[in-house]
Protein backbone atom coordinates (compact mmCIF):
# COMPACT_ATOMS: atom_id res chain seq x y z
CA UNK A 1 0.00 0.00 0.00
CA UNK A 2 2.64 2.20 0.09
CA UNK A 3 2.08 4.90 -3.05
CA UNK A 4 2.62 3.55 -6.23
CA UNK A 5 1.21 3.93 -9.87
CA UNK A 6 1.77 0.40 -10.47
CA UNK A 7 4.96 -1.79 -10.65
CA UNK A 8 6.93 -2.62 -13.27
CA UNK A 9 10.28 -4.49 -14.00
CA UNK A 10 12.30 -1.10 -14.45
CA UNK A 11 15.20 -1.25 -16.20
CA UNK A 12 16.23 -5.11 -15.18
CA UNK A 13 16.32 -7.44 -17.69
CA UNK A 14 16.84 -4.57 -20.04
CA UNK A 15 13.42 -4.33 -20.37
CA UNK A 16 13.03 -0.62 -19.86
CA UNK A 17 9.40 -0.94 -19.05
CA UNK A 18 8.81 2.44 -16.61
CA UNK A 19 5.87 3.75 -17.58
CA UNK A 20 3.14 2.82 -16.07
CA UNK A 21 -0.57 3.55 -17.37
CA UNK A 22 -1.69 5.24 -13.84
CA UNK A 23 -0.80 8.94 -12.94
CA UNK A 24 -1.85 8.15 -9.37
CA UNK A 25 -1.89 6.06 -6.18
CA UNK A 26 -3.40 3.01 -7.17
CA UNK A 27 -2.73 0.74 -3.96
CA UNK A 28 -3.38 -3.28 -3.92
CA UNK A 29 -5.75 -5.62 -5.15
CA UNK A 30 -8.41 -7.02 -2.70
CA UNK A 31 -11.51 -8.46 -4.67
CA UNK A 32 -14.44 -6.96 -6.55
CA UNK A 33 -17.67 -5.68 -6.72
CA UNK A 34 -20.17 -8.28 -6.51
CA UNK A 35 -23.92 -6.67 -6.00
CA UNK A 36 -25.36 -3.42 -6.07
CA UNK A 37 -28.23 -1.86 -4.70
CA UNK A 38 -28.90 1.64 -6.63
CA UNK A 39 -30.49 4.95 -3.54
CA UNK A 40 -32.42 7.59 -3.98
CA UNK A 41 -29.44 9.57 -1.45
CA UNK A 42 -26.83 6.48 -1.07
CA UNK A 43 -25.58 2.94 -3.06
CA UNK A 44 -25.17 0.14 -1.24
CA UNK A 45 -22.46 -2.21 -2.37
CA UNK A 46 -21.00 -6.01 -1.55
CA UNK A 47 -17.82 -6.34 -2.49
CA UNK A 48 -15.26 -9.54 -1.92
CA UNK A 49 -12.24 -8.85 0.08
CA UNK A 50 -9.21 -11.82 0.77
CA UNK A 51 -8.33 -8.82 3.52
CA UNK A 52 -9.32 -8.23 6.72
CA UNK A 53 -10.62 -4.66 6.81
CA UNK A 54 -11.16 -2.05 8.96
CA UNK A 55 -13.96 1.06 9.34
CA UNK A 56 -12.36 4.51 7.96
CA UNK A 57 -10.04 2.74 5.45
CA UNK A 58 -10.41 3.75 1.66
CA UNK A 59 -10.47 2.24 -1.56
CA UNK A 60 -10.70 2.78 -4.81
CA UNK A 61 -12.78 0.90 -7.97
CA UNK A 62 -11.01 0.22 -10.82
CA UNK A 63 -12.90 -0.54 -14.39
CA UNK A 64 -10.71 -2.19 -17.73
CA UNK A 65 -7.50 -0.49 -16.39
CA UNK A 66 -9.60 2.83 -15.61
CA UNK A 67 -9.65 4.67 -12.05
CA UNK A 68 -13.70 4.98 -11.40
CA UNK A 69 -13.96 6.64 -7.59
CA UNK A 70 -12.78 6.72 -4.29
CA UNK A 71 -14.66 5.36 -1.12
CA UNK A 72 -14.19 5.76 2.27
CA UNK A 73 -15.43 2.87 4.05
CA UNK A 74 -17.22 4.74 7.32
CA UNK A 75 -19.94 2.40 7.76
CA UNK A 76 -17.97 -0.86 6.53
CA UNK A 77 -19.83 -4.47 7.90
CA UNK A 78 -18.64 -7.26 6.89
CA UNK A 79 -21.19 -10.22 5.93
CA UNK A 80 -19.11 -13.15 5.93
CA UNK A 81 -16.02 -14.62 4.93
CA UNK A 82 -14.27 -12.32 2.49
CA UNK A 83 -17.68 -10.52 1.68
CA UNK A 84 -18.26 -6.96 3.00
CA UNK A 85 -21.17 -4.30 2.79
CA UNK A 86 -20.12 -0.56 2.29
CA UNK A 87 -22.55 2.66 1.39
CA UNK A 88 -21.30 5.70 -1.06
CA UNK A 89 -22.59 8.21 -2.77
CA UNK A 90 -20.28 7.92 -6.11
CA UNK A 91 -21.44 6.20 -8.81
CA UNK A 92 -20.47 2.56 -9.16
CA UNK A 93 -20.29 -0.73 -11.62
CA UNK A 94 -20.64 -4.62 -10.76
CA UNK A 95 -17.66 -6.35 -11.11
CA UNK A 96 -15.57 -3.44 -11.06
CA UNK A 97 -11.88 -3.85 -9.20
CA UNK A 98 -11.95 -3.04 -5.83
CA UNK A 99 -8.01 -1.58 -4.42
CA UNK A 100 -7.05 -0.61 -1.00
CA UNK A 101 -5.35 2.42 -0.82
CA UNK A 102 -5.36 2.72 2.75
CA UNK A 103 -5.76 0.58 5.85
CA UNK A 104 -6.65 2.75 8.97
CA UNK A 105 -6.03 0.20 11.63
CA UNK A 106 -2.50 -0.35 10.13
CA UNK A 107 -2.16 3.50 9.64
CA UNK A 108 -3.27 3.97 13.78
CA UNK A 109 -0.42 1.25 14.76
CA UNK A 110 2.42 3.04 12.52
CA UNK A 111 1.37 6.70 13.49
CA UNK A 112 1.49 5.63 17.06
CA UNK A 113 4.96 3.27 17.02
CA UNK A 114 7.32 4.40 19.21
CA UNK A 115 10.95 2.79 19.56
CA UNK A 116 12.26 3.27 23.36
CA UNK A 117 15.51 2.42 24.25
CA UNK A 118 16.03 0.07 26.85
CA UNK A 119 18.20 0.63 29.81
CA UNK A 120 18.63 -0.31 33.60
CA UNK A 121 18.45 1.45 35.99
CA UNK A 122 19.74 1.23 40.19
CA UNK A 123 17.84 3.07 42.46
CA UNK A 124 18.29 3.79 46.19
CA UNK A 125 16.33 5.03 48.57
CA UNK A 126 17.37 5.27 52.22
CA UNK A 127 15.80 7.16 55.25
CA UNK A 128 18.08 9.80 55.79
CA UNK A 129 20.20 9.88 53.30
CA UNK A 130 18.73 11.47 49.30
CA UNK A 131 16.79 9.64 46.79
CA UNK A 132 19.48 8.52 43.60
CA UNK A 133 18.74 6.90 40.26
CA UNK A 134 21.46 5.83 37.63
CA UNK A 135 22.32 4.27 34.81
CA UNK A 136 25.72 4.03 33.61
CA UNK A 137 27.35 6.63 34.93
CA UNK A 138 25.00 9.18 34.88
CA UNK A 139 23.09 9.90 38.50
CA UNK A 140 20.52 12.05 39.77
CA UNK A 141 19.79 12.98 43.42
CA UNK A 142 16.53 14.13 44.49
CA UNK A 143 15.14 14.91 48.13
CA UNK A 144 16.12 13.60 51.39
CA UNK A 145 14.04 10.64 52.66
CA UNK A 146 12.58 9.82 56.02
CA UNK A 147 10.99 6.42 57.50
CA UNK A 148 7.85 5.75 56.58
CA UNK A 149 5.36 5.28 59.47
CA UNK A 150 2.41 3.03 57.65
CA UNK A 151 3.30 2.92 53.90
CA UNK A 152 6.95 2.61 52.46
CA UNK A 153 7.74 3.29 49.32
CA UNK A 154 7.46 -0.31 47.22
CA UNK A 155 9.21 -1.32 44.18
CA UNK A 156 5.98 -1.60 42.05
CA UNK A 157 5.18 1.89 43.03
CA UNK A 158 8.59 2.54 41.47
CA UNK A 159 7.94 0.51 38.55
CA UNK A 160 4.65 2.31 37.63
CA UNK A 161 6.30 5.95 37.91
CA UNK A 162 9.08 4.91 35.44
CA UNK A 163 7.27 3.07 32.75
CA UNK A 164 5.83 6.36 32.10
CA UNK A 165 8.57 7.42 29.78
CA UNK A 166 7.99 8.88 25.70
CA UNK A 167 11.62 7.52 25.34
CA UNK A 168 12.86 4.77 27.62
CA UNK A 169 11.96 1.34 28.41
CA UNK A 170 13.51 0.50 31.73
CA UNK A 171 14.61 -2.29 34.22
CA UNK A 172 14.51 -1.45 37.59
CA UNK A 173 17.18 -2.57 40.53
CA UNK A 174 15.46 -0.74 43.45
CA UNK A 175 16.93 -1.05 46.83
CA UNK A 176 15.33 0.39 50.25
CA UNK A 177 14.76 0.02 53.62
CA UNK A 178 11.09 1.51 53.78
CA UNK A 179 10.79 4.67 52.78
CA UNK A 180 8.12 7.14 52.35
CA UNK A 181 8.23 9.52 49.40
CA UNK A 182 4.93 11.83 48.25
CA UNK A 183 4.08 11.07 45.41
CA UNK A 184 3.65 14.02 43.45
CA UNK A 185 7.85 14.27 44.75
CA UNK A 186 8.44 10.83 43.19
CA UNK A 187 6.98 11.88 39.96
CA UNK A 188 9.07 15.13 40.02
CA UNK A 189 12.07 12.98 41.00
CA UNK A 190 11.18 10.95 37.93
CA UNK A 191 10.89 13.83 35.35
CA UNK A 192 14.23 15.42 36.68
CA UNK A 193 15.77 12.38 35.89
CA UNK A 194 14.04 11.50 32.70
CA UNK A 195 14.88 14.75 30.90
CA UNK A 196 18.69 15.07 31.66
CA UNK A 197 19.35 11.41 30.96
CA UNK A 198 17.65 12.47 27.72
CA UNK A 199 20.10 15.78 27.28
CA UNK A 200 22.60 13.44 28.42
CA UNK A 201 22.07 10.88 25.39
CA UNK A 202 21.64 13.35 22.33
CA UNK A 203 23.67 15.55 23.70
CA UNK A 204 26.39 16.58 20.46
CA UNK A 205 29.45 14.21 20.88
CA UNK A 206 31.40 15.04 17.21
CA UNK A 207 34.39 17.33 16.69
CA UNK A 208 33.85 20.47 15.13
CA UNK A 209 33.98 20.96 11.84
CA UNK A 210 36.85 22.73 10.36
CA UNK A 211 37.66 25.06 7.34
CA UNK A 212 39.67 23.32 4.62
CA UNK A 213 40.71 24.87 1.51
CA UNK A 214 41.66 22.90 -1.52
CA UNK A 215 43.82 24.11 -4.97
CA UNK A 216 41.27 22.92 -7.68
CA UNK A 217 42.90 24.51 -10.45
CA UNK A 218 45.71 21.80 -11.02
CA UNK A 219 47.18 21.33 -14.36
CA UNK A 220 45.27 17.99 -16.22
CA UNK A 221 45.15 16.66 -19.50
CA UNK A 222 42.42 18.46 -21.65
CA UNK A 223 40.66 16.60 -24.40
CA UNK A 224 41.11 19.69 -27.26
CA UNK A 225 40.06 20.13 -30.89
CA UNK A 226 37.98 17.70 -31.51
CA UNK A 227 34.99 17.31 -33.66
CA UNK A 228 31.34 15.17 -32.73
CA UNK A 229 29.59 13.85 -36.10
CA UNK A 230 27.00 11.36 -36.29
CA UNK A 231 27.70 10.40 -40.04
CA UNK A 232 31.13 9.21 -41.45
CA UNK A 233 30.27 10.81 -44.69
CA UNK A 234 30.76 14.04 -42.91
CA UNK A 235 33.06 16.34 -43.12
CA UNK A 236 36.23 15.84 -41.33
CA UNK A 237 37.92 18.97 -39.96
CA UNK A 238 39.57 18.77 -36.14
CA UNK A 239 42.19 16.54 -35.12
CA UNK A 240 39.97 14.61 -32.89
CA UNK A 241 37.19 12.70 -34.75
CA UNK A 242 34.12 11.62 -32.00
CA UNK A 243 32.00 9.27 -34.04
CA UNK A 244 28.60 9.59 -32.01
CA UNK A 245 26.11 7.03 -34.28
CA UNK A 246 22.90 6.54 -33.89
CA UNK A 247 22.79 2.49 -34.41
CA UNK A 248 26.20 1.19 -33.11
CA UNK A 249 27.08 -0.70 -36.20
CA UNK A 250 31.18 -2.17 -35.93
CA UNK A 251 31.21 -1.90 -40.24
CA UNK A 252 30.83 2.02 -39.93
CA UNK A 253 33.01 2.33 -36.83
CA UNK A 254 35.70 0.14 -38.87
CA UNK A 255 35.12 2.54 -41.79
CA UNK A 256 35.36 5.34 -39.79
CA UNK A 257 39.03 4.84 -38.50
CA UNK A 258 40.05 3.84 -41.97
CA UNK A 259 38.78 7.22 -43.48
CA UNK A 260 40.61 8.86 -39.64
CA UNK A 261 43.77 6.80 -41.01
CA UNK A 262 44.39 8.07 -44.32
CA UNK A 263 43.10 11.29 -42.86
CA UNK A 264 45.87 11.61 -40.57
CA UNK A 265 43.35 11.98 -37.78
CA UNK A 266 41.91 10.37 -34.16
CA UNK A 267 38.71 8.34 -34.21
CA UNK A 268 37.00 8.10 -31.13
CA UNK A 269 33.55 5.95 -30.36
CA UNK A 270 31.36 8.13 -28.21
CA UNK A 271 29.41 5.58 -25.81
CA UNK A 272 25.63 6.06 -24.25
CA UNK A 273 25.31 7.38 -21.10
CA UNK A 274 22.99 4.47 -20.27
CA UNK A 275 23.51 0.59 -21.21
CA UNK A 276 22.15 -2.41 -19.88
CA UNK A 277 24.23 -5.75 -19.88
CA UNK A 278 23.71 -6.46 -23.17
CA UNK A 279 24.68 -3.09 -24.13
CA UNK A 280 28.10 -3.19 -22.75
CA UNK A 281 28.66 -6.94 -24.27
CA UNK A 282 28.12 -5.26 -27.88
CA UNK A 283 30.56 -2.18 -26.88
CA UNK A 284 33.28 -4.80 -25.54
CA UNK A 285 32.72 -6.69 -28.84
CA UNK A 286 33.12 -3.66 -31.08
CA UNK A 287 36.71 -2.38 -28.95
CA UNK A 288 38.00 -5.78 -29.15
CA UNK A 289 37.58 -6.15 -32.84
CA UNK A 290 38.42 -2.93 -33.56
CA UNK A 291 40.82 -0.88 -30.70
CA UNK A 292 38.68 2.29 -30.77
CA UNK A 293 39.31 4.24 -27.97
CA UNK A 294 35.81 5.89 -26.81
CA UNK A 295 34.62 8.69 -24.80
CA UNK A 296 33.49 7.56 -21.10
CA UNK A 297 29.69 9.20 -20.65
CA UNK A 298 29.17 7.07 -17.46
CA UNK A 299 31.45 4.80 -15.25
CA UNK A 300 30.62 1.39 -16.70
CA UNK A 301 32.88 2.71 -20.07
CA UNK A 302 35.55 2.73 -17.32
CA UNK A 303 35.85 -1.00 -17.48
CA UNK A 304 36.70 -1.20 -21.40
CA UNK A 305 39.75 -2.41 -22.27
CA UNK A 306 40.99 0.55 -24.61
CA UNK A 307 42.17 4.45 -24.15
CA UNK A 308 39.48 6.71 -22.80
CA UNK A 309 38.27 10.24 -22.86
CA UNK A 310 36.49 11.52 -19.59
CA UNK A 311 33.42 12.40 -21.38
CA UNK A 312 31.00 15.55 -20.38
CA UNK A 313 28.44 13.20 -19.35
CA UNK A 314 30.47 11.37 -16.80
CA UNK A 315 29.74 14.57 -14.19
CA UNK A 316 33.85 16.21 -14.17
CA UNK A 317 33.31 19.48 -12.11
CA UNK A 318 36.44 20.33 -11.20
CA UNK A 319 40.36 19.68 -11.96
CA UNK A 320 40.01 17.13 -8.77
CA UNK A 321 38.02 14.58 -9.85
CA UNK A 322 39.64 15.21 -13.53
CA UNK A 323 42.99 14.07 -11.96
CA UNK A 324 41.82 11.26 -10.57
CA UNK A 325 40.40 9.47 -13.71
CA UNK A 326 43.72 10.08 -14.73
CA UNK A 327 42.88 10.89 -18.29
CA UNK A 328 42.21 13.60 -20.82
CA UNK A 329 38.89 15.08 -19.89
CA UNK A 330 36.09 16.50 -22.06
CA UNK A 331 34.02 18.68 -20.03
CA UNK A 332 30.80 20.38 -20.34
CA UNK A 333 31.66 23.26 -17.88
CA UNK A 334 33.71 25.95 -20.06
CA UNK A 335 36.56 26.75 -17.32
CA UNK A 336 37.47 22.87 -17.92
CA UNK A 337 37.66 22.11 -21.25
CA UNK A 338 35.83 23.50 -24.49
CA UNK A 339 32.43 23.86 -23.80
CA UNK A 340 30.07 20.46 -25.57
CA UNK A 341 26.49 20.52 -25.50
CA UNK A 342 25.08 17.59 -23.31
CA UNK A 343 21.08 16.26 -23.58
CA UNK A 344 18.70 17.95 -21.15
CA UNK A 345 17.00 14.62 -20.82
CA UNK A 346 17.35 11.05 -21.49
CA UNK A 347 14.58 8.78 -21.87
CA UNK A 348 14.27 4.98 -21.52
CA UNK A 349 10.66 4.62 -21.92
CA UNK A 350 9.87 4.59 -26.27
CA UNK A 351 8.04 7.67 -27.28
CA UNK A 352 7.26 6.02 -30.69
CA UNK A 353 5.32 3.23 -28.45
CA UNK A 354 3.91 5.81 -25.79
CA UNK A 355 2.79 8.07 -27.92
CA UNK A 356 2.45 7.05 -31.77
CA UNK A 357 1.42 3.09 -30.56
CA UNK A 358 4.70 2.16 -33.17
CA UNK A 359 6.57 -1.42 -32.83
CA UNK A 360 9.80 -2.17 -33.16
CA UNK A 361 9.68 -4.09 -36.42
CA UNK A 362 8.08 -1.18 -38.17
CA UNK A 363 9.60 2.01 -36.00
CA UNK A 364 9.09 5.05 -37.55
CA UNK A 365 12.17 7.35 -35.95
CA UNK A 366 13.81 9.64 -38.25
CA UNK A 367 15.89 12.28 -37.22
CA UNK A 368 12.63 15.20 -37.91
CA UNK A 369 10.98 14.35 -34.49
CA UNK A 370 10.63 17.33 -31.68
CA UNK A 371 9.40 17.49 -28.88
CA UNK A 372 7.51 20.69 -28.48
CA UNK A 373 6.98 22.60 -25.05
CA UNK A 374 4.22 24.53 -23.76
CA UNK A 375 6.73 27.58 -24.48
CA UNK A 376 6.83 26.91 -27.97
CA UNK A 377 10.77 26.08 -27.62
CA UNK A 378 11.45 22.74 -29.64
CA UNK A 379 13.70 20.45 -28.19
CA UNK A 380 15.27 17.56 -30.84
CA UNK A 381 14.23 13.88 -30.16
CA UNK A 382 17.86 12.08 -30.78
CA UNK A 383 18.34 7.87 -30.53
CA UNK A 384 21.19 5.80 -29.58
CA UNK A 385 20.31 1.94 -29.87
CA UNK A 386 22.14 -1.02 -29.12
CA UNK A 387 20.24 -3.86 -27.75
CA UNK A 388 17.48 -1.37 -27.00
CA UNK A 389 17.11 2.44 -27.57
CA UNK A 390 17.90 5.26 -25.35
CA UNK A 391 16.04 8.47 -26.42
CA UNK A 392 17.59 12.10 -25.46
CA UNK A 393 16.18 15.44 -25.80
CA UNK A 394 18.45 17.73 -27.27
Do not use: W
Not at 188 to 199: A, T
Not at 340 to 356: Q, S
Amino acid sequence: MAFNREYTEGYFNGNCNIISNFNNHIGVHIGKVEKITLGKKFNEFVFSSSKDLSKKSSVKLFENGKELCTISLFDLKKLGENKYYATTMQNIKNGAEVRLIEDYNLEEVLCNFTKKKKIQIEIEAFSGNKIKAKFDNFEIVGNTLEKAQNQPLSKEDIVTCFNKSEYFECDINFKTDGVFVPKSALNEFRRNFYDKLFQKLTEFKGQKLEKKFIQTNMPFDKFENFQIIENINEKLEKENIIYSPEIYKIESIKRLMEICAKCGKNAFLDTPNFAVKEDIEILREIINKTGIPIIANNYYALSLKTKKVAGGLLNVYNSISANFLNMPVLSAENELSNHIDVPLMTLRHCPMKEHLGAKCSSCPYNNNFKFVMQNGRELKLKRKKLTSCTFYLC
